[in-house]
T-cell receptor
Framework: AQSVTQLDSQVPVFEEAPVELRCNYSSSVSVYLFWYVQYPNQGLQLLLKYLSGSTLVKGINGFEAEFNKSQTSFHLRKPSVHISDTAEYFCAVTSQAGTALIFGKGTTLSVSS | GAVVSQHPSRVICKSGTSVKIECRSLDFQATTMFWYRQFPKQSLMLMATSNEGSKATYEQGVEKDKFLINHASLTLSTLTVTSAHPEDSSFYIC??????????????FGEGSRLTVL
């Protein structure tokens, strides 16, 4: 069975500051990893995904994440955040067998000026 | 990218009535769809897996007679909340996985349906 732990429930930052949202996973098999963003009362939008290959993955809106197998982590980073990045961020995992995504509890990113 | 449409986006109903939520894949065939439930300020909890042409698989603790799922075609899955009660009020989100090509595990999400039971 897989699980995902998002280490921070809330992350407040100032505009133009860098940010890192942490995600650790647990799985006995190879995994695919994802980061989704959710704005209030909306569905989820894919930010980026790791399937295989390069461990540094670049996504939309300037976000990137690094897959670290030894530390079983997939932390999300952005060098300079905007007010519009304020949202809920979910890390998710699935096995190569294509089972349903398992989500972390989410991290609320609050960007203020 | 692939588009999943969910309808209605918001619904308010009286206690004891049934509500149907539709999930459609607009530009791809979805052999598998997943239904999630999200309580305020919480994560998404998988309710059931819906496979086209077969019975849905429900997660532990989810009442199959309360939450009826039908996946009658490759582009449509429906979730019916039967005899809804206030505790069923929640945000329901569907997601779909393409049946064609290499399965990358990526899911495409609908925009969610907020159910309020009075």
């Amino acid at each position: 069975a897989q699980s995902v732990t998002q280490l921070d429930s809330q992350v407040p930052v100032f505009e133009e500051a860098p940010v890192e949202l942490r995600c650790n996973y647990s799985s006995s098999v190879s995994v695919y990893l994802f980061w989704y963003v959710q704005y209030p009362n909306q569905g989820l939008q894919l930010l980026l995904k790791y399937l295989s290959g390069s461990t540094l993955v670049k996504g939309i809106n300037g976000f990137e994440a690094e897959f670290n197998k030894s530390q079983t982590s997939f932390h999300l980073r952005k060098p300079s955040v905007h007010i519009s990045d304020t949202a809920e961020y979910f890390c998710a995992v699935t096995s190569q067998a294509g089972t349903a995504l398992i989500f972390g509890k989410g991290t609320t990113l609050s960007v203020s000026s | 990218g692939a588009v999943v449409s969910q309808h209605p986006s918001r619904v308010i109903c009286k206690s004891g009535t049934s509500v149907k939520i539709e999930c459609r894949s607009l530009d791809f065939q979805a052999t598998t769809m997943f239904w999630y439930r999200q309580f305020p300020k919480q994560s998404l909890m998988l309710m059931a897996t819906s496979n086209e042409g077969s019975k849905a698989t429900y997660e532990q603790g989810v009442e199959k007679d309360k939450f009826l799922i039908n996946h009658a075609s490759l582009t449509l899955s429906t979730l019916t909340v039967t005899s809804a009660h206030p505790e069923d009020s929640s945000f329901y989100i569907c997601s779909a996985r393409s049946g064609g090509g290499r399965n990358t595990g990526e899911l495409f999400f609908g925009e969610g349906s907020r159910l309020t039971v009075l």
